[in-house]
């Protein structure tokens, strides 16, 4: 069973960058996309990007200036860095696996997910 | 940008049908997926590509997806079921969310 598993700071200062890293056990991170995925409070789902395990990436064009996310295979992570935080950055962070086979940006879907973890932008 | 829209709220008495509607431009050409979320809890995938389940979700749940709207029905909705509901798609390589539904069963 794949599970996946979001560390970093519970709380950044504004204009500081947020760092996370997500932890994939119980399978490999090769041959899949990974992405991160945010909630503010008490609102709805927010896609911040992806990556496959080769590294190459993609991201959400309204945070594209401001996220980066890596991979290393050889720890079975990916991370995520949100730079220059306001308050509105503040939520719950979620990392999660693209599911599915052929066609994944037309047919993919999130089929396992962190428990996710809350990052407060606040001095 | 390419947006879903979902409805804010649905109730829904227990024992009877809630169905969660999803609109999107040419929604029906392309594949939608749905979550469930239930408070301090992450999503749970529910249906992928239009109509498909995962192992584990019970068959009340269902899902369809033609013109501009998908749409998630809940048969024979139980109290257990009252939570918040997410459809997804993707757009040029791009993933998009609803705003979410938060569905009550009174």
């Known amino acids: 069973q794949v599970q996946l598993q979001e560390s970093g700071p519970g709380l950044v200062k504004p204009s500081e960058t947020l760092s996370l890293t997500c932890t994939v056990s119980g399978g490999s991170i090769s041959s899949y996309y990974w992405s991160w995925i945010r909630q503010p409070p008490e609102k709805g789902l927010e896609w911040i990007g992806y990556?496959?395990?080769?590294?190459?990436?993609n991201y959400n064009p309204s945070l594209k200036s401001r996220v980066t996310i890596s991979v290393d295979t050889s720890k079975n992570q990916f991370s995520l860095k949100l730079s220059s935080v306001t308050a509105a950055d503040t939520a719950v962070y979620y990392c999660a696996r693209v599911g599915g086979s052929s066609s994944v940006f037309r047919s993919g879907f999130f089929d396992y997910w962190g428990q996710g973890t809350l990052v407060t932008v606040s001095s | 940008s390419y947006e879903l829209t979902q409805p804010p709220s649905v109730s829904v008495s227990p024992g009877q049908t809630a169905s969660i509607t999803c609109s999107g431009d040419?929604?029906?050409?392309?594949?939608a997926c749905w979550y469930q979320q239930k408070p301090g809890q992450s999503p749970v995938l529910l249906i992928y590509q239009d109509v498909k389940r995962p192992s584990g979700i019970p068959e009340r749940f269902s899902g369809s997806n033609s013109g501009n709207t998908a749409t998630l029905t809940i048969s024979g909705t139980q109290a257990m079921d009252e939570a918040d509901y997410y459809c997804?798609?993707?757009?040029?390589?791009?993933?998009?969310f609803g705003g979410g539904t938060e569905l009550t069963v009174l």
């Open positions: 997804q798609a993707w757009d040029s390589s791009i993933v998009v």
């Open positions: 040419k929604l029906g050409g392309k594949y």
């Open positions: 990556i496959y395990y080769s590294g190459s990436t």
